[in-house]
T-cell receptor
Framework: EADIYQTPRYLVIGTGKKITLECSQTMGHDKMYWYQQDPGMELHLIHY???????EKGDLSSESTVSRIRTEHFPLTLESARPSHTSQYLCASSDEGPGEAFFGQGTRLTVV | GENVEQHPSTLSVQEGDSAVIKCTYSDSASNYFPWYKQELGKGPQLIID?????GEKKDQRIAVTLNKTAKHFSLHITETQPEDSAVYFCAAVPLGGFKTIFGAGTRLFVKA
């Protein structure tokens, strides 16, 4: 079992609210990633980090932001949630290349 | 841009039969090809991978093949079992790249 944890697992929130999705890993991996995925569908990279104080945007345009103050922690924040943000958000980490990643169980977000 | 095409999108087999999933990548610089399995309600899990200097790799009931000339790679599952039912994603990572390009996924059903 991979030691990467996401909270909450499920979240239903009203439009305009600010939310933070948490992701923590205990493996000491430098590289961390956030993907957006509609259930069972393709994964889209929205943010990644190569280490502390390093963050970059991925391919899919996202209104979310991330921070990497500690190696083990990579939270994702939506300042003002909208229904279009409804999706599943997957966090991952890797020690080697980006393709050898360990994924968390995901946060399923619903914005009403 | 870089992309990975995956076929079929859905595959239904009888328990004990073989299943084959095929992918094609566009970026000739890709040199690492992981396969992920995603069960319902969980994050993707790396199940096998292959590098560009190898044509085939096997791990118990699963095997992957790579044809660099044709830019094709495939996942083969033999003696399928109901617990193999899941969504499978192929992916490609370019040499020195920072991101993984995922296919759209194949939903595999194994009927008991």
């Amino acid at each position: 079992e991979a030691d990467i944890y996401q909270t909450p697992r499920y979240l239903v929130i009203g439009t305009g609210k600010k939310i933070t999705l948490e992701c923590s890993q205990t493996m000491g991996h430098d590289k961390m990633y956030w993907y957006q995925q509609d259930p069972g569908m393709e994964l889209h990279l929205i943010h990644y980090s190569y280490g502390v104080n390093s963050t970059e945007k991925g391919d899919l345009s996202s209104e979310s932001t991330v921070s990497r103050i500690r190696t083990e922690h990579f939270p994702l924040t939506l300042e003002s949630a909208r229904p279009s943000h409804t999706s599943q958000y997957l966090c991952a980490s890797s020690d080697e290349g980006p393709g050898e990643a360990f994924f968390g169980q995901g946060t399923r977000l619903t914005v009403v | 841009g870089e992309n990975v095409e995956q076929h079929p999108s859905t595959l239904s087999v009888q328990e004990g039969d073989s299943a084959v999933i095929k992918c094609t990548y566009s970026d000739s610089a890709s040199n690492y090809f992981p396969w992920y399995k995603q069960e319902l309600g969980k994050g993707p899990q790396l199940i096998i991978d292959i590098r560009s200097n190898v044509g085939e790799k096997k791990d118990q009931r699963i095997a992957v093949t790579l044809n660099k000339t044709a830019k094709h790679f495939s996942l083969h599952i033999t003696e399928t079992q109901p617990e193999d039912s899941a969504v499978y994603f192929c992916a490609a990572v370019p040499l020195g790249g920072f991101k993984t390009i995922f296919g759209a996924g194949t939903r595999l059903f194994v009927k008991a």
